[in-house]
């Protein structure tokens, strides 16, 4: 059963940071893994997908690596802005299904 | 391009009144899937339909709830009735399969109370 950890749960930085978000999951065997973000109320935004072959993807600011072996990704945020704050969640495939397990999120409050 | 539409956005019922969700996927998807999310939780699946089969309804609680997806477009997520604990917001994504690769687009969701 795919378990999918999201460390730290809330996180509040001051503007202009580099900041790091961790996702770890149980089931090495996965395809992808896609990074979420949600505002409140809202639904959730595609940010990253990684797939099993690549190690990194970028977009922006953003940056999102994957790990397979060790079941570890990370999310990078350079140069963080108020606008960032939202809720930040990782998803893989639940073991051969298409479906996605979510972690929890992790709660990002950029202060200006 | 449109995104992924539902509604209502909102909805406030008293337990054991029925209710139901609609869901629009973007053109040309033909994976459409139902998830759950409770407050501070990321969203759980319900049901996930290929076209217009229901291909893993294994989390949907099916004594009283329901989905269909006529013509593999448009979905419906009915609850009949609904109990305090449904009280959560609910998503609806959709996806265009390519090989092991499914990048899941969301909508903003249905945010039901159940008072």
């Known amino acids: 059963k795919q378990e999918v950890t999201q460390i730290p749960a809330a996180l509040s930085v001051p503007e202009g940071e580099n900041l790091v978000l961790n996702c770890s999951f149980t089931?090495?065997?996965?395809?992808?893994l896609q990074w979420f973000r949600q505002d409140p109320g809202k639904g959730l935004t595609s940010l990253l997908l990684?797939?099993?072959?690549?190690r990194e993807q970028t977009s922006g600011r953003l940056n999102a690596s994957l790990d397979k072996s060790s079941g570890r990704s990370t999310l990078y945020i350079a140069a963080s802005q108020p606008g960032d704050s939202a809720t930040y969640l990782c998803?893989?495939?639940?073991?051969?299904?298409?479906?996605?397990?979510f972690g929890a999120g992790t709660r990002l409050t950029v202060k200006p | 391009e449109a995104g992924v539409v539902q509604s209502p956005r909102y909805k406030i019922i008293e337990k054991k009144q029925p209710v139901a969700f609609w869901c629009n996927p973007i053109?040309?998807?033909?994976?459409l899937y139902w998830y759950r999310q409770n407050l501070g939780q990321g969203p759980e699946l319900l049901i996930r339909?290929?076209?217009?089969?229901?291909?893993?309804d294994s989390q949907l609680p099916k004594d009283r709830f329901s989905a269909e997806r006529l013509k593999g477009v448009d979905s419906t997520l009915k609850i009949q009735p609904a109990e305090l604990g449904d009280s959560a917001v609910y998503l609806c994504?959709?996806?265009?399969?390519?090989?092991?690769?499914?990048?899941?687009?969301f909508g903003p969701g249905t945010r039901l109370t159940v008072l």
């Open positions: 994504a959709s996806s265009v399969a390519s090989g092991m690769v499914n990048e899941q687009f």
């Open positions: 089931d090495s065997a996965i395809y992808n």
């Open positions: 990684i797939q099993s072959s690549q």
């Open positions: 998803a893989v495939p639940r073991g051969g299904n298409n479906d996605m397990r």
């Open positions: 053109s040309g998807h033909n994976t």
């Open positions: 339909y290929e076209n217009e089969e229901a291909v893993d």
